[in-house]
């Protein structure tokens, strides 16, 4: 009987550290761990078409598997109801580790040829970053 | 030997189920359990004291303990270096599981008298929804 427990809290032990890991990586749970948020908005020239549009997309959400430095990322098309979104129509959020990760990602090269397919299309551009506290 | 395994693979079981629980709340990770992220940035008006803005960032921390259809909170004051924020200096981060959830929470009285006391010391806002994909 004490062994089965043993193995239980070894179980519990080792999963526990699974989970702390994955959840790092996805919000800030304490102060310890914060991350460091980087919001992107968009919004398009008229005529950018929708194949264009979605090279952007494809360009921007391939980023995370050319540079380590994204720890996390995530984004999507405007679907907000109150009409206070002031012409953005692309929101992608980008996370970061660190200060040193974001200073790694911004000129990195992968970063400045997203940037040459992105330009000739980009009416506005917003960029807003924190340390994501509750 | 076997019954070892066995507690072994029970812990292992009730601990992911614990994790596909936990990270849900945070992240968007499958198709099937997207989360509504609802991107809310304020700049408020010259002369707005540090007291006030301490109180309106107080206030709508205090809402995801008042209003159950918030799943998840952020928030953080800008520290983008690449001066694209358009003067605004704090993004919110709240997340719904459905629009239902955000239905919800637009008119609870909960989130009007939040209203109220951000009202008077708004110079703009910027809210953009977008469904969380990778």
Chains 1, 2 share one sequence.
């Not at 494809?58 to 679907?79: N, Q, S």
Request: hydrophobic content about 40%; aromatic content about 10%; charged content about 25%.
């Amino acid at each position: 009987m004490l062994r089965n427990v043993l193995y239980l809290a070894l179980g519990t032990i080792v999963l526990s550290g699974c989970i702390s890991i994955h959840t790092t990586e996805y919000a800030s749970e304490s102060k310890e761990h914060q991350v460091l948020r980087h919001v992107v908005m968009f919004k398009f020239k008229d005529g950018t078409s929708s194949q264009q549009t979605r090279e952007i997309e494809d360009a921007f959400r391939a980023l995370p598997g050319k540079i380590d430095a994204i720890c996390d990322f995530e984004w999507g098309t405007d679907v907000s109801v109150e009409n206070r979104h002031a012409g953005f129509t692309h929101c992608f959020l980008v996370t970061f580790r660190s200060e040193a990760d974001r200073a790694e990602y911004i000129p990195h090269p992968d970063h400045k040829e997203f940037g040459k397919i992105l330009g000739p299309h980009l009416d506005k551009v917003l960029v807003v970053d924190y340390w994501a506290a509750k």
